[in-house]
Structure formats: structure tokens, C-alpha cells
């Protein structure tokens, strides 16, 4: 007991702050994903982060269960086609939201487990440089609810 409890705070202590410092920073707005015919095994999570702090943050990963392989991508015009690429990290910048959206930035789902059906949700955690694990509930749309069929032709970057 004497030994136990010094030990606990410590860890409380090391733990708290990181809880505290980071997750306010971070808003993670509407994320969302396609539905996926059964055929399909890849799939993508969209969504806007918005960074209402004053520091520069990056997102830098993303985990869950709903696929085995977690990516961020991005589409690059190469030799005349929209590629994907895969991305180390997102730039989420206070007062320039980022927005994941399809045919541009966005959370790859390599390796499906199951089918992504719409209305259903399944949930990502988020990693940012600063702001550290934020958890986000991943909505689940119909095929063609979105603008799914829009081209557009922005960088995925503004310039500063
Ligand atoms: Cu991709």
C-alpha cells in the first residue's frame, strides 16, 4: 500500500496533462464515410478539422478496427490522372480548416473487415502532433448523398 500509492499519483501526475493540454484545440466536424458494395474492400473517411487554438497542428494518423491498413491520402494530378498518394500528415492550421473530402484529401480504409453500410457508424481515433488522440464517430452515407461525382480541379492546398 505504502509503495502503491506514491506510484499511482506519479502516473496520474505524467498522464493528466496530456488529457488536459491537447484535445480542446481540435474540432473534428461531420466526418463521414461512403457506403462500400460488398465487392469493395477499400474504403474513406471525410471530414473538416477545424484547429480553433493558436498553434499549428498536424494530423498525423488515424487507427481503428473497421479495416486493417489506415492511411492518409491525398490525389495527385500524375502523368494526366488523379493518383493516390499516400500523405504523412495533414496540416491543420488555425484559421484554414482542413477538409477531407472525396477526390481530395482523406482516411484510407485499406482492407475492409466488413462492408460500410449507410447509417451505421464506426469509430477512428484521430492523431494530432499537438492535440494528441482525439476519438470520432465515423457516419456511415449513401452512395451519391455526397457530391461523389464532383471533379474538382483545386489543389488540395491554399497557398499561404
Ligand atoms: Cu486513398
Same mark, same amino acid.
Request: proline residues 8%; hydrophobic residues 40%; glycine residues 10%.
Given at each position: @500500500?505504502?509503495?502503491? +500509492?506514491?506510484?499511482?499519483?506519479?502516473?496520474?501526475? +505524467? *498522464?493528466?496533462?496530456?488529457?488536459?493540454?491537447?484535445?480542446?484545440? !481540435?474540432?473534428?466536424?461531420?466526418?463521414?464515410?461512403?457506403? *462500400?458494395?460488398?465487392? $469493395?474492400?477499400?474504403?474513406?473517411?471525410?471530414?473538416?478539422? $477545424?484547429?480553433?487554438?493558436?498553434?499549428?497542428?498536424?494530423?498525423?494518423?488515424?487507427?481503428?478496427? $473497421?479495416?486493417?491498413?489506415?492511411? +492518409?491520402?491525398?490525389?495527385?494530378?500524375? /502523368?494526366? @490522372?488523379?493518383?493516390?498518394?499516400? !500523405?504523412?500528415?495533414?496540416?491543420?492550421?488555425?484559421?484554414?480548416?482542413?477538409?477531407?473530402?472525396?477526390?481530395?484529401?482523406?482516411?484510407?480504409?485499406?482492407? +475492409?473487415?466488413?462492408?460500410? $453500410?449507410?447509417?451505421?457508424?464506426?469509430?477512428?481515433?484521430?492523431?494530432?502532433?499537438?492535440?494528441?488522440?482525439?476519438?470520432? /464517430?465515423?457516419?456511415?452515407?449513401? @452512395?451519391?448523398?455526397?457530391?461523389?461525382?464532383?471533379? *474538382?480541379?483545386?489543389?488540395?492546398?491554399?497557398?499561404?
Amino acid at each position: @500500500m505504502n509503495i502503491k +500509492l506514491p506510484a499511482l499519483s506519479l502516473l496520474l501526475a +505524467l *498522464s493528466a496533462p496530456v488529457f488536459a493540454a491537447g484535445t480542446a484545440t !481540435i474540432k473534428v466536424e461531420e466526418p463521414w464515410a461512403r457506403e *462500400s458494395p460488398p465487392t $469493395v474492400t477499400n474504403g474513406g473517411a471525410y471530414m473538416t478539422l $477545424v484547429n480553433t487554438g493558436k498553434e499549428a497542428d498536424r494530423l498525423v494518423g488515424a487507427s481503428g478496427d $473497421v479495416s486493417a491498413t489506415i492511411e +492518409l491520402h491525398t490525389h495527385r494530378m500524375e /502523368d494526366g @490522372m488523379m493518383k493516390m498518394r499516400p !500523405i504523412k500528415a495533414i496540416d491543420v492550421n488555425p484559421g484554414e480548416p482542413a477538409t477531407l473530402k472525396p477526390g481530395g484529401l482523406h482516411i484510407m480504409l485499406i482492407g +475492409l473487415k466488413k462492408p460500410l $453500410v449507410a447509417g451505421e457508424n464506426f469509430p477512428l481515433r484521430l492523431r494530432f502532433e499537438k492535440a494528441g488522440e482525439i476519438p470520432v /464517430d465515423v457516419k456511415v452515407r449513401k @452512395m451519391g448523398s455526397e457530391e461523389g461525382a464532383t471533379h *474538382s480541379p483545386h489543389q488540395d492546398h491554399k497557398a499561404r
